[in-house]
C-alpha cells in the first residue's frame, strides 16, 4: 500500500497568511495526488486534482504542486472561509490512500 | 446537476450488520465508479472499496474483505453498501463518492460526494 503522509497535522495561522501543506508518497506516484478541503460536518470538496489543476471555482489563492514522491499545497493569503482540514489523496493504485489531514486554524 | 444522495443515519449493536445506499441523479450511471470512504470521529479519511455499476465489479480494501459487500440497483441508480460484524471501531460517517474521469491508465479523483451517513455501533 502507499503510505501518504502529510503535515502538519495543524496549523493556526492568520488572515492574508500565506501557508504551505506537504504530502509526501511513501513511492513514486506521479502526479496522481489529489487535495480536498473539508469543513466541520460536510463532504470533502476537490480543491486540486493530478496535483496542479486548480477546480473549477476554486479561488486562484489555492495552487499544487509536485511529482514524483513530494507534492504542496499553498493558500496564498488566507481568508476567513480557507480555515478547514485539507487532505491529500493518491489516485495512482488502490487501495486509494489519504493523507492524515491538516487542520488549518485562525491565530 | 449531479448528485448523490445517501439513506439516514443508523444506530446499531456489535455483531449485527448495516447496509448504506448512495442514490446518483444528474448523470449516467453506469459510466462511472462509485466509491465508499469512511471517517470514524475526529479522524481522516479511509477508502473502503469501489464498484463499477456498469458490470457490479468490484475491489475492496484488504482491511474490509470479506465483511464489506458493494452492490448496485441499476433501476434506481443507487449503489450499496453492506458491512457485516460490526464492531464499535466502525463507528464512522460513510461517504459515497463518485470518480471521475481522466487519461493515464489510472484512477482519477473523487468529484462528487454524497452527504454522508453516521453509523453509530454500540451496545
Known amino acids: 500500500d502507499i503510505q501518504m503522509t502529510q503535515s502538519p497535522s495543524s496549523l493556526s495561522a492568520s488572515v492574508g497568511d500565506r501557508v504551505t501543506i506537504t504530502c509526501r508518497a511513501s513511492q513514486s506516484i506521479s502526479n496522481y495526488l489529489n487535495w480536498y478541503q473539508q469543513k466541520p460536518g460536510k463532504a470533502p470538496n476537490l480543491l486540486v486534482s493530478?496535483?496542479?489543476s486548480l477546480q473549477r471555482g476554486v479561488p486562484s489563492r489555492f495552487s499544487g504542486s509536485g511529482s514524483g514522491t513530494d507534492f504542496t499545497l499553498t493558500i496564498s493569503s488566507l481568508q476567513p472561509e480557507d480555515f478547514a482540514a485539507y487532505f491529500c489523496q493518491q489516485s495512482y493504485s488502490t487501495p486509494l490512500t489519504f493523507g492524515g489531514g491538516t487542520k488549518l486554524e485562525i491565530k | 446537476q449531479v448528485q448523490l444522495v445517501q439513506s439516514g443515519a443508523e444506530v446499531k449493536k456489535p455483531g449485527a450488520s448495516v447496509r448504506v445506499s448512495c442514490k446518483a441523479s444528474?448523470?449516467?450511471?453506469?459510466?462511472?465508479?462509485l466509491h465508499w470512504v469512511r471517517q470514524a470521529p475526529g479522524q481522516g479519511l479511509e477508502w473502503m472499496g469501489m464498484i463499477d455499476p456498469s458490470d457490479v465489479t468490484t475491489n475492496y480494501a484488504q482491511k474490509f474483505q470479506g465483511r464489506v459487500t458493494m452492490t448496485r440497483d441499476t433501476s434506481t441508480s443507487t449503489v450499496y453498501m453492506e458491512l457485516n460484524s460490526l464492531k464499535s471501531e466502525d463507528t464512522a460517517v460513510y461517504y459515497c463518492a463518485r470518480e471521475e474521469t481522466c487519461s493515464g491508465g489510472r484512477r482519477c479523483w473523487f468529484g462528487p460526494w454524497g452527504q454522508g451517513t453516521l453509523v453509530t455501533v454500540s451496545s
Open positions: 493530478a496535483a496542479s
Open positions: 444528474g448523470y449516467t450511471f453506469a459510466n462511472y465508479y
